[in-house]
Every structure is written in C-alpha cells, then in structure tokens.
C-alpha cells in the first residue's frame, strides 16, 4: 500500500484561467497549496501556504465536494489525498519559496503542460462542474 500525503489546495480561477505552480526540482504544474503542520486547521494551513509560496493572501471560498486522491507527482510510491478549496488571492501571486514558476492556465494550455495526476482527471471535473473553468477542460 502506498504512503499518504494529506494536502490543502486553492483552485483559483480568474476569466476562466487557472493558478498553477511547479516546485523547483520538477516537472509537474499543480495546484497551490500544501501540508498541514500538526494541529493546524485545514483552512489555516492553506492560507499560510499561499502566503509562503505566492507572497499574496486568499479568500477562502467553498470547499470542492468529493475524494480528491491520485499518485504523488514528485513522491514515488505516495499518493495526495487532498482537499481543494475555491478561492480569491489579494495581491499579485509570485513564486516564493519552493516554487520555481507559476502560471495562469485556460483549457487550451491543458494538452501540453505536464499536469500533476491530482489536477487530471477528477480534480479538473470538479472545476468545470463548479463553473470555474469550461467544459473543454476536461477534453
């Protein structure tokens, strides 16, 4: 059985285009976010997360229903269990800490970005279904 990885995620969309980072050292775009420290709430990990990698605060909106689960991007043998939360950033987002880059993606940057597992599949059906990105999405 694989290890766990429990994360909080923000999907932020603006006009349909979704906040995506890549951490340094890999490959994959993934939606901000990270690990609770040990008795830290969920909504508060997220929030000093997005302050750590992005430089900038977040709103928190609704939480997406459903199990967000897939195989780790950047940890063989581990799969992220997460919780994804919709959200509003204050303030312009900048790669702070581990995060190499970041990027404002719309359906047609999909096919050729290389997205977490997480972001695939489920994950992108919950967005669409929410009204934050088009239908094409999960094309």
């Known amino acids: ?4 990885i429990r994360v909080v995620c923000a999907a932020v969309t603006v006009r349909e285009r979704l906040l995506v980072v890549r951490k340094r050292g890999t490959t994959a775009f993934m939606l901000p976010g990270g690990k609770p420290d040990a008795g830290e709430r969920p909504e508060q990990a997220l929030m000093r997360e997005i302050h750590e990698e992005l430089g900038c605060g977040i ?3 609704a939480e997406l229903p459903g199990d967000f689960v897939d195989a780790a991007a950047n940890e063989p043998g581990f799969s992220v269990h997460a919780r994804i939360w919709t ?3 204050h303030g312009a987002p900048d790669a702070s800490a581990e995060i190499a880059e ?3 993606i719309g359906a047609g940057d999909m096919a050729g970005l290389n997205l977490a597992p997480l972001l695939r599949g489920r994950t992108m ?5 929410a009204g934050l990105m088009p239908q094409a ?3």
């Open 125 to 129: 059906t919950a967005l669409v279904q």
């Open 102 to 104: 970041l990027r404002w």
């Open 137 to 139: 999405a999960t094309a």
């Open 1 to 4: 059985m694989p290890g766990i």
């Open 87 to 89: 959200g509003q950033l």
């Open 59 to 61: 709103t928190l909106g």
